[in-house]
Structures are given as C-alpha cells and as structure tokens.
C-alpha cells in the first residue's frame, strides 16, 4: 500500500504509543497504519546521481517497548541489505517522519537517524 492511501487506525491502537510521540500525535494514526503494512517501498535520494530503490520489511507488534527487526535491502541486491532490531516506539517515530517527508517532498525515504543506525554511523 502506499502512503498516500494509509487510512488512520483507531484510538485503540494510537494510545499505547502517544507517551512516545507527544508531539506528534496527529500523525501517529498514520504511522501505526505504516506500520502495521510490515513493508514500504521508496528511493534514497543521492547527491548528484540517480536515487536507489529500497524495500523495507519488518515485524509488525502492538506494543511499544518491544522489537521490531527492521531489514532495508537497496536494489534489490542481497549484498545490499542491512537488518537492526529498533524498539517498536522508535520506529514509529522514524515512520512519522517518512509520512511527513512523503506530504512535503513527495519522496518516501527513510531519515537520516535511521541510515545511521543502520549502518552503525556514530552521531557527530
């Protein structure tokens, strides 16, 4: 599914996870939708070359504390694929993020944080 196409799940679902995005509770409804999908399909951009398609998967759980095992394959070249284990609430985070870039940019693309996660760069 796309993001464009997300419907907000319900206030059941959102509850659990507002302690862990307080300010952004209005896009929650459409992260945990994300979220719920366990896939999403998008294009890192690339300074000055041509962007490479992802396809991201990971476990679907309802509650926040747990793990989810996040894996993002580029190119669908298995040489190209990284896998972390992310608390649930994390992730949801980064996916509010990628619904935000999405209505602003048009782009689906995860941020920064998670790449660095990802691929274990440390934050300067």
């Known amino acids: 599914m796309s993001i464009e196409n997300l419907k907000p ?12 995005a307080p300010k952004e509770k ?11 999908e366990g896939r999403l399909e998008g294009q890192r951009p690339i300074e000055g070359g041509k ?21 993002l394959q580029f190119d669908g070249s298995a040489e190209l694929s990284y896998e972390i284990a992310i608390q649930n609430a ?21 941020p920064k944080e998670l790449y660095r996660e990802l691929l274990k760069i440390p934050i300067n």
Do not use: M
């Open 9 to 20: 799940v319900g206030r059941e679902a959102v509850v659990p996870y507002s302690p862990y």
């Open 26 to 36: 209005s896009w929650l409804p459409l992260a945990i939708s994300l979220y719920k």
């Open 51 to 71: 962007p490479i398609p992802f396809v991201a998967t990971w476990t679907i759980s309802s509650l926040p504390l747990e793990q989810t095992r996040f894996r």
């Open 90 to 110: 994390d992730f949801i985070c980064h996916l509010i993020t990628v619904i935000k870039t999405f209505h602003k940019e048009g782009i689906v693309d995860f």
